[in-house]
């Protein structure tokens, strides 16, 4: 997959303008991480884009025909699915008792100041 232009704007790459990967449909957003999914976007773009599922008055699930998760709804940020928190619970199990309470501890403080 290599291009010669930024598949948002059509500017096209060069040294000052180097191409990066930008999935479609954001893995955040429930997009697979395939190359049907994947385009080069010059960094700008792939920034300003970032987890958005519309962008330029494109809706990236028409384009690509992938399903919209159950858990996305119109103009609300993706939730962490169960898995995800399962997985991040085995994992901070086997984390050093000082290390779990570091993190248990930041986590509040994090809740704590966007309440």
Known sequence: MKSKTC???GEPFNKNNQPTFDHLVPKSRGGPDVK???VQACFFCNQDKGQKTIYKGVDMYKLTGYKKPPF????E???LTLKTMQSF?????T????EQEFIK???IE???TKI
């Open 7 to 9: 598949y948002y704007c």
């Open 105 to 107: 501890n930041s986590l």
């Open 77 to 79: 940020k993706a939730l």
């Open 110 to 112: 994090a809740f704590r």
């Open 95 to 98: 984390l050093p008792e000082g």
């Open 72 to 75: 996305v709804k119109k103009g």
């Open 89 to 93: 619970a085995k994992f901070f199990e």
């Open 36 to 38: 049907e999914n994947k």
